[in-house]
């Protein structure tokens, strides 16, 4: 079955309340839901009210009181249909269902991990408890009572705020919570277990009062410090910069071991997956430190963007996933480097929303169909989603901005609206039309721009040429023309942009060109010298160019725009240029050579003692295996790609080897590891400097020195990628990985780190490793963090083996999938789309990826999740 966005229709009936009572224990749990059931105003006729359901066991239905009997409904594990319901416009029914917490290993709906009841519901999760109108238009106030043996489970937690609690014969005990914002259903939350707790309050700015509470695995506690304190700041945050007042009195977070995404934002109890709460310096990195903020303000960020503001159906999922990325991005943009965060995000999307844009899997911000709505939990949802209200504030501008969002959120609180909806707002408020804008939200693919520039020294004029073009996607072969924001600046020699006097061929505001047509000669007139140009500067929109650039223009900006993002996408070019020629140079047999201003650009970038230690980071980092891949586009041979940036990091290595050791010496911090973005930013330079200085000499010493001598997980995890990349067959290195292998086997979230390095590992002796790596007594192919940190790793982050000539990689992958097939559909289709990019290989290991996918699907009984992934990544 296909949903389609042109079939949305508005439900016949409303659940305003919903009383659920959950006796609890893992083997079987009873469910008894109440619903308040209402006939919309404007349904004349009584229809059939059809809940949903997924998997379920009815036990009993009472309608209005009086059990149903016979032909009064009908009842499958999918479907609970009653003909014909009460004529009154109000009834109630009593739904009593069954289920086995404990045998629920797809993680959706109500399971046990690690001995605690937990709940995800989003998106279709909640009809795996009870029979429901699962949509997010259906927006009911829930009454929850939870019951439970109050030594397994002294915790129960629901939404909202808590009403009652008391004990119950049989050494059981209850809670209840009531949650006064009508919310779907795909927002309810129950947690029950025995949990430690990190307690703390925030008062907001019109002064009520907040309990605070995140709930860890008993010994974690310390662990969650860094959580908290991101929560806190958050919703500051929120307040400061959006006018967003929390609206419960409580606000509770628990992390759990076992959950197929990164977090929920289930109404006033979000739960996590732990990788993404629990952190100090003996276990976490710097990243992970800054993905724990980035996630919990995300899901913070949620109660106004996703919560209060819902989505009317799944096709407006960006509706609150884009927005609210962009929400959290900002946030670590405010409270760490702006610059720095923005490359890292383009870094980002360019990684993983850009192939599937430019793949099988290519379809819109707004999706206008689909199978699976688990499949659409997208990086081009989420990212490029945010990308788009990105754009719309370059257009706009940060006041009109505001002023859009306040509309928002005053026209739509407590609705499910659509992206019309919030593009209106926009309109409204600024007085501008998106029409042509809202086109980022329809039309799938990555948006080409070509440009070319002259300077007539005579008229002292400097023109632009730019041509835009959208490449066909599945299902769109013809595009429309885009409204392309393209932020732009004329660099004069002294690195400042240089004034014009007028401007004519497109409109041009604020230092944005604004592309709305196929092509535009863009003439600037009063320009007294040559300009370099710089343009799409932060990367204002998320496209890909192409332009005659000369190397030493590029050069000239990397060292002079006054855009700190141009300065490194300059330098990042070059580096991907010189990559390009060099897998074309390995190809042919020959050793690549490098330019020396390139490699001495990069030198002299290290030692710019004016530019932020993660900035340098950054720059000093070569485009990955998978960047120089997509810009070949066809024909990829990703072992001459390895083979050309290793000898590129060498260059860099050997050139910049008496720089690098002096500068990675006056790096190294005395002072307690602090997770602040200063010195995270020491670290990653001297991290990033460790890998060449071992490559100089070839030596597994400066790592293995650094390996043993860390304090600190960042420093200690870097180490070991060094000597588990470059010196895997040395004693040191195998010194290292059992040395970290024992002091951590008992803790997961660190132990995922000895299998995630291990996987990544870009050697064709990887394949044979993984093999035994998952005979390890600690690998579980039913925890998905385990399973990621292990295949997914091998399949998305290691090009080299994942696309061994021999198809190896392939099967390995594909056999793990087909055995997470059977319990867990949705971890399994998405490792499932590592095949994505198979067509752009060369043929050997293109028609090797083509038999491992259709063995897989040849299969019978499918998921919907994996036959949806397979079938249209064949097509
Ligand atoms: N809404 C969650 C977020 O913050 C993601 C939940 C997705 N879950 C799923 N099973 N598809 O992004
Ligand atoms: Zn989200």
């Known amino acids: 079955q296909i949903f389609r966005l042109e079939d949305y229709r508005e439900s016949d009936y409303l659940i305003p309340e919903v009383e659920l009572t959950f006796l609890l224990d893992p083997q079987e749990t009873l469910v008894r839901a109440r619903l308040i059931v209402e006939r919309r105003e404007n349904v004349a006729a009584v229809t059939a009210l059809e809940l949903d359901g997924d998997g379920l066991n009815l036990s009993s239905l009472a309608i209005d009181g009086t059990p149903a009997t016979g032909t009064a409904f009908e009842a499958t594990p999918d479907r609970l249909i009653i003909a014909r319901p009460p004529s009154a416009k109000r009834f109630t029914l009593d739904i009593e269902t069954r289920l086995q917490p404990s045998r629920n290993k797809a993680l959706m709906g109500l399971y046990v991990s690690s001995d605690v009841f937990c709940t995800q519901c989003e998106a279709e999760g909640f009809r795996r408890i009870t029979y429901f109108l699962d949509r997010p238009d259906i927006l009911s106030v829930y009454t929850v009572r939870i019951e439970a043996d109050k030594k397994a489970a002294p915790l129960l937690l629901s939404n909202g705020n808590p009403v009652e609690s008391g004990k119950l014969d049989g050494g059981r005990h209850f809670a209840v919570w009531h949650d006064p914002h009508p919310k779907p259903s795909y927002l309810f939350a129950l947690v029950a277990g025995d949990l430690g707790v990190v307690s703390d309050s925030f008062t907001t700015a019109s002064g009520r009062k907040v309990a ?344 000239f900006l990397a060292r002079h725009d006054s855009d700190p993002f141009s300065r490194w996408q300059s330098l990042n070019t070059l580096f991907t240029e010189a990559l390009l020629s060099a897998t074309r140079t390995v190809r042919g047999g020959d050793e690549p050579l490098f330019a020396s201003e390139l490699v001495g650009a990069a030198v002299s970038l290290a030692a710019n003692d004016a530019l932020e230690p993660a900035f340098r980071a950054l720059a000093l980092t070569l485009p990955g295996e998978p960047d120089v891949a997509r810009e070949i586009g066809a024909n990829i041979d990703p072992d001459a790609i390895h083979t050309a940036r290793i000898a590129l990091l060498k260059a860099i290595a050997r050139e910049g080897r008496a720089t690098f050791d002096a500068l990675y010496a006056g790096l190294h911090d005395n002072a307690p590891f602090m997770p602040d973005a200063a010195g995270a930013g020491r670290r990653a330079l001297r991290n990033v400097l460790l890998e060449y200085l071992a490559l100089a000499d070839e030596n597994p010493a400066p790592a293995k020195r650094q390996f043993d001598a860390a304090d600190n997980m960042t420093d200690r995890a870097a180490a070991l990628t060094v000597l588990a990349n470059h010196f895997g067959e040395t004693q040191e290195a195998r010194a290292a990985l059992s040395a970290f292998e024992a002091r951590y086997a008992d803790d997961p979230l660190v132990l995922d780190k000895w299998f995630q390095i291990q996987a990544s590992v870009p050697a064709p002796e990887t394949v044979a490793l993984m093999r035994s790596l998952m005979e390890h007594p600690h690998f579980s192919i039913t925890n998905p963090n385990r399973v990621r940190a292990l295949i997914g790793t091998f399949a998305m982050g290691n090009q080299r083996a994942f696309h061994s000539a021999d198809g190896s990689g392939y099967r390995l992958v594909a056999d793990t999938v087909l055995a997470l097939e059977a319990h867990n559909p949705q971890v399994a289709a998405r490792l499932a789309t590592a095949f994505r990019s198979w067509r752009s290989l060369e043929t050997g290991r293109r028609d090797e990826a083509r038999r491992v996918l259709s063995d897989i699907a040849k299969h019978e009984n499918l998921s919907r999740d994996l036959a949806d992934i397979v079938e249209r990544t064949l097509a």
């Open 212 to 555: 605070l509470g995140v709930y860890v695995e008993h010994g974690n506690e310390t662990r969650a410090a860094y959580a908290m304190d991101a929560l806190k700041r958050s919703m500051r945050w929120d307040e400061e910069r959006f006018g967003r007042e929390y609206d419960l009195d409580v606000f509770n977070l628990v992390a759990v071991s076992d959950f197929n995404m990164g977090a929920m934002e289930n109404k006033g109890l979000n739960i996590f997956n732990d990788k993404y709460v629990l952190a100090d310096a003996d276990t976490a990195t710097d990243l992970d430190f800054a993905n724990i903020e980035a996630i919990i303000g995300h899901e913070y960020f949620h109660n106004w963007t996703g919560n209060r503001i819902t989505c009317r159906d799944w096709f407006q999922l960006c509706l609150k996933e884009g927005l609210t990325v962009f929400r959290d991005h900002e946030f670590s943009a405010d409270q760490r480097s702006r610059p720095v965060k923005r490359i890292a995000e383009v870094r980002g999307l360019r990684a993983h929303q850009f192939p599937e844009d430019q793949g099988p899997l290519a379809h819109p911000v707004r999706p206008r169909r689909y199978r699976e709505i688990n499949n659409f939990y997208t990086a081009t949802v989420y990212e490029k989603g945010s990308e788009v209200v990105r754009m719309i504030r370059t257009i706009l501008g940060e006041d009109a901005f505001r002023a859009g969002m306040d509309l928002y959120f005053e026209r739509h609180d407590g609705q499910a609206v659509t992206i019309e909806d919030f593009i209106k707002a926009f309109e409204d408020a600024s007085d501008r039309d998106l029409a042509q804008f809202a086109l980022w939200y329809h039309q799938a693919g990555t948006p080409h721009v070509a440009i070319s520039s002259r300077y007539d020294a005579g008229e002292k004029s400097f023109t632009i040429e730019i041509e835009q073009s959208v490449p066909p996607t599945p299902s769109e072969s013809r595009k429309r023309l885009m409204h392309i924001p393209l932020a732009f600046g004329l660099v004069g020699a002294d690195g400042q942009d240089m004034a014009f006097d007028a401007v004519e061929g497109a409109v041009v505001e604020d230092g944005v060109i604004h592309v709305r047509k196929r092509h535009h000669s863009v003439r600037f007139t009063g320009v007294p010298a040559r300009p370099v140009l710089s343009i799409n500067r932060g990367f204002s929109a998320p496209i890909t160019l192409s332009g005659e650039t000369s190397t030493d223009d590029r050069l």
